[in-house]
C-alpha cells in the first residue's frame, strides 16, 4: 500500500494474520496547515506585539490524529481534501513521506485554498485563529468504499458522515442501502471511535448524541460531555455516555481521565502526568490514539487510559501540534528513564506501579522505533531549545 512503509515496531503484530485488514485506522476530516506560536507570555492584545518562545509549522486538524496513531504504529489511512497550492503540497509531503500515512483516498483540489489555523499557547492553554472554506467534495463523494479497517475515527457533529448514499454519490459495492460509509466499515468489523470538537454557537443539541448508535466509543473532553449531557460533573456526564455507547471516557485536563468499558464490565480513573506543559495544541488527538492503540490491543481499560494520559503529557511537552505527537521511542525512553530513577517517593512509585504493563512492551521497542519529529516548513521551527 503506498505511503505505508514498515514501523520499527508494530503493537499489533501478535493480531495479524493473511485476513486481517490492511488499514488498522481510517479517518476522514479536514487538514490544516497549523502555524503553532509557543511559550507566549500572555495573550495578544490590540494595538501590541507579543513574541514567543517556539514557532512550529506543520499538518493539523485531522492531520493531528492521523500522525498520532502512525507514530504509535497503526496502519493509518486519511480521506482529506488537500489544495495545489504550496501549504496543501507541503501537507501533503509531510503526511505521505515523512510520516508513512496512506492518501490513496485523498485528492488535491485547484482553485481551492489550504485552510490555515494559528495557535498561540499561553497560560496553560492555547487560543486558535483558524480560515478556511469547505472541502470541494463530501466524504461520501471522496472516500467510495472505505477501506477494510478495524477502527475508523469520525467527529460525531458532522451529520453527513451518517447519511447513506443512494448509489450515485460514491459509494460502492462495500455499502448496502440505506448505509453510510461510517455504518458500511462498522458492518465489515471495523470499531467506530468518536470524538467531538467545540461548538461555535454554543447549542449543544442533545441530538447529537443521538449519532453514537452508530459507534463503539467516545472520547469527549469534561467540558464537552458535560454541555452535551446537560450535567454538572464529569462523573455524571460519564454516566450519561456510558448508556450510549459501548466505550466512553471523559478527559478532564489535569484532573486525568475517566472511563467505563461496557463490554468488559469495567471503569477506571487515571490522574495526569505531572508535567511542564509547553503547548496543548493537538494533545486531545494524541490521547484519543492512544486509547486506539489499547483498545486494538485489547488491553485493560486502566492500562489504555493511563497511557492514553502518557502519550498526552509527552506530547504536552512540545511544540507543534502533530509534530509533538510520540513515538513508540519516545514511550520506551520515558520508561526507561523511570525505571532507572532512584527517587522513591509516592508520587514516582504510583508511576511504575500504575505502568507497569510497559515493562511488556518496552525490551520489544527497538532502539530505531519511531520518535517525535521536528521537521517543518523550511526546517526552521525554534526547537532546538527543547529538552
Request: hydrophobic content about 40%; charged content about 20%; glycine content about 10%.
Amino acid at each position: 500500500m503506498k505511503g505505508m512503509p514498515q514501523n520499527a515496531y508494530d503493537p499489533l503484530a501478535s493480531r495479524r494474520s493473511p485476513d486481517a485488514p490492511e488499514v488498522d485506522v481510517f479517518v476522514w476530516g479536514t487538514v490544516f496547515l497549523d502555524l503553532v506560536f509557543a511559550g507566549l507570555p500572555t495573550a495578544p492584545k490590540p494595538g501590541t506585539e507579543v513574541w514567543s518562545e517556539g514557532l512550529a509549522s506543520c499538518p493539523g486538524g485531522i492531520a493531528n490524529l492521523a500522525v498520532a496513531t502512525r507514530r504509535l504504529g497503526l496502519r493509518t489511512s486519511l480521506a482529506a481534501a488537500f489544495s495545489d497550492d504550496d501549504y496543501g503540497d507541503f501537507c501533503w509531503r509531510t503526511l505521505e513521506e515523512q510520516e508513512g500515512i496512506d492518501l490513496c483516498r485523498s485528492r488535491q483540489f485547484p482553485e481551492w485554498h489550504s485552510p490555515v489555523t494559528v495557535s498561540m499557547a499561553f497560560g496553560g492553554d492555547r487560543a486558535m485563529v483558524s480560515h478556511g472554506h469547505p472541502p470541494p467534495v463530501s466524504s461520501l463523494e471522496l472516500i467510495g468504499d472505505p477501506p477494510r479497517s478495524r477502527a475508523v475515527m469520525v467527529d460525531l457533529a458532522e451529520s453527513g458522515l451518517f447519511e447513506p448514499g443512494d448509489g450515485t454519490r460514491g459509494l460502492g459495492s462495500a455499502a448496502r442501502a440505506g448505509e453510510s460509509w461510517v455504518d458500511a466499515a462498522r458492518r465489515r468489523g471495523a470499531l467506530v471511535f468518536a470524538d467531538v470538537g467545540w461548538d461555535r454557537d454554543e447549542r449543544w443539541e442533545p441530538s447529537v448524541l443521538d449519532r453514537l448508535s452508530h459507534c463503539d466509543a467516545f472520547l469527549p473532553n469534561a467540558i464537552e460531555a458535560m454541555a452535551y449531557t446537560a450535567t454538572s460533573s464529569p462523573q455524571e456526564a460519564l454516566f450519561a455516555l456510558a448508556d450510549r455507547v459501548p466505550i466512553a471516557v471523559v478527559t478532564n485536563g489535569a484532573e486525568g481521565a475517566l472511563g467505563i468499558d461496557a463490554r468488559t464490565g469495567e471503569e477506571a480513573q487515571v490522574p495526569s502526568l505531572r508535567v511542564h506543559e509547553v503547548d496543548a495544541t493537538g494533545v486531545g488527538d494524541v490521547f484519543a490514539a492512544a486509547m486506539l492503540v489499547g483498545t486494538l490491543g485489547e488491553w485493560p481499560l486502566a492500562d489504555r487510559m493511563s497511557f492514553a494520559s502518557l502519550a498526552a503529557a509527552l506530547a504536552l511537552q512540545q511544540y507543534g501540534g502533530s509534530l509533538a505527537a510520540p513515538g513508540w521511542g519516545d514511550v520506551a525512553d520515558w520508561w526507561t528513564g523511570l525505571c532507572s530513577d532512584a527517587c522513591g517517593d509516592a508520587y514516582h512509585r504510583s508511576l511504575r506501579r500504575r505502568y507497569a504493563f510497559l515493562d511488556d512492551i518496552v525490551p520489544r521497542v527497538p532502539v530505531t522505533a519511531c520518535r517525535r519529529a521536528t521537521a517543518t516548513i523550511a526546517r526552521r521551527a525554534d526547537v532546538d531549545d527543547l529538552p
